[in-house]
């Protein structure tokens, strides 16, 4: 079946401006997960959904990011005036359930370049 | 404060060689590990966890070591395959953080496995 997919690939923009990236999840997959990773680090968690709800926001850096996931699949990240320390590749993944010994399927992520 | 730290950037090793991959945290309250395996472009992917009431568990070429009085784990990979050359990530999760299974990463050791 098909993995966890992300678009787009890469995104440019300039700062200030607004910017969305999606995620689909792995079907039937009920608990999605952002992270960033910036260069040379790892991935960072930045929020988790449990269905629709987002279950733990606390690593939103700030409120210029915003998550949703209206109908329990696809989520799309949102970031309002971007700037240039926003720049990192953004992961999404998804699991069966939230259980801690779920495997967490990683999709390729999306590099966002802030100019 | 980085919880998970993989203090070794780089490895490098011959092929059919061990390849042993270390990691270290700092808090307590984890009491479960993974290793993930990031190519180049793709997401991370997961290669094999450990539970904390374990202190071994082995999937093939690859072990993975739990001393939980030195806060360590480490990765074995026997033997070592050029295939196997990739950075990897040690994750940590546990329930205290109220839920979910938000993952704590460190920063990724880019082993190469020379011919």
């Known amino acids: 079946g098909a993995g966890v997919s992300q678009t787009p690939s890469n995104k440019v923009t300039e700062k200030g401006k607004y910017v969305e990236l999606r995620c689909d999840p792995i079907?039937?997959?009920?608990?999605l997960y952002w992270y960033r990773q910036s260069l040379g680090q790892g991935p960072e968690f930045l929020i988790y959904?449990?269905?629709?709800?987002?279950?733990?926001d606390s690593g939103l850096p700030n409120d210029r990011f915003f998550a949703v996931r209206p109908e329990g699949s696809v989520s799309t990240l949102k970031i309002q005036r971007t700037e240039r320390g926003d720049s990192a590749v953004y992961l999404c993944?998804?699991?069966?359930?939230?259980?801690?010994?779920?495997?967490?399927?990683f999709g390729p992520g999306t590099r966002l370049t802030v100019l | 404060d980085q919880q998970v730290k993989q203090n070794s950037p780089s490895l490098s090793v011959q092929e059919g060689r061990i390849s042993i991959l270390n990691c270290d945290y700092t808090?307590?309250?984890?009491?479960?590990f993974l290793w993930y395996k990031k190519y180049p472009a793709e997401g991370p992917t997961f290669l094999i966890s450990?539970?904390?009431?374990?202190d071994k568990n082995e999937d093939g070429r690859f072990t993975v070591f739990l001393n939980k009085s030195a806060k360590h784990l480490s990765l074995h990979i026997v033997p070592s395959q050029p295939g196997d050359s990739a950075v990897y990530f040690c994750?940590?999760?546990?329930?205290?953080?109220?839920?979910?299974?938000?993952?704590?990463f460190g920063t990724g050791t880019q082993l190469k496995v020379e011919l």
């Open positions: 993944a998804s699991s069966l359930t939230s259980g801690e010994q779920d495997t967490q399927y």
């Open positions: 994750a940590a999760s546990g329930y205290f953080t109220g839920g979910g299974n938000k993952l704590t």
């Open positions: 079907s039937g997959h009920t608990a």
């Open positions: 450990i539970s904390s009431i374990k």
């Open positions: 959904f449990q269905g629709t709800g987002a279950a733990d």
């Open positions: 808090n307590s309250m984890f009491d479960y």
